[in-house]
């Protein structure tokens, strides 16, 4: 079955720690999406990947960076992490950026910060 | 920005019953798109609908595309205890960040079975 992976699904890092999250999709979509998810919270968008264009949401903090290699892996990189990036991180993949608009999420990954 | 207010915020139904819930915007959105999001998972898309006025079934789960383009229905016949979870409405953004989805603020289902 066509999909978007997540992998680790759990995450623990040490507080200032580098970490990274990595995303892959069998659905061969031109477009991935970052997203940052807290608690009762609805999904917010850091980044997206049109093919190799990469663009940065304006309250996206520097901390957050992306990489995608090739159209079927995508990754998040926190650089220095902070008690406040603890969250769910959703990647998310859409054939194309004007639309249709539907996304398709991966089954996230729960960071912690200690 | 544009915002979609969704409602209720949540609701707690017996197993069984049938549920209601809206999704409502002071802009007009040109797609509608309904989520459920399970504990500890990503959100799974349940329908998407493109025309106003537009009614489309899966399974259970009937959404409506509202006439005036600022609305959106979701009704869940006869509940049972997997439809727990929170369900967001989404549409993309205007202008031109059209592939920025703005979410609702999500419904939290709970089925007392």
């Known amino acids: 079955d066509a999909m978007v992976i997540q992998n680790p699904r759990y995450q623990v890092t040490q507080f200032g720690k580098p970490v990274t999250l990595s995303c892959s999709q069998t659905l061969n979509h031109n477009v991935m999406y970052w997203y940052q998810q807290k608690s009762s919270q609805a999904p917010k968008l850091l980044f997206h990947y049109y093919d190799k264009d990469f663009n940065n949401e304006a309250d996206t903090p520097d901390n957050f960076q992306s990489r995608r290699p090739n159209t079927s892996f995508c990754f998040l990189d926190i650089r220095s992490p902070g008690l406040g990036d603890a969250a769910m991180y959703l990647c998310?993949?859409?054939?194309?950026?004007?639309?249709?608009?539907?996304?398709?999420f991966g089954p996230g990954t729960r960071l912690t910060v200690l | 920005g544009q915002q979609l207010n969704q409602s209720p915020q949540s609701m707690f139904i017996q197993e069984g019953e049938d549920v209601s819930m809206n999704c409502t915007s002071s802009?007009?959105?040109?797609?509608w798109l309904w989520y459920k999001q399970d504990p500890g998972e990503g959100p799974v898309l349940l329908i998407a609908l493109y025309k106003a006025g537009e009614l489309t079934s899966n399974g259970r789960l009937t959404a409506q595309f509202g006439i005036t383009r600022k609305d959106s229905f979701l009704n869940i016949s006869a509940s049972i205890p997997s439809d727990v979870g929170i369900y967001f409405c989404?549409?993309?953004?205007?202008?031109?960040?059209?592939?920025?989805?703005?979410f609702g603020k999500g419904t939290k289902l709970s089925v007392i079975p």
């Open positions: 989404a549409g993309p953004s205007s202008g031109a960040g059209s592939y920025q989805l703005t």
């Open positions: 802009s007009i959105f040109n797609t």
């Open positions: 998310a993949t859409s054939r194309e950026r004007q639309g249709p608009h539907e996304q398709f």
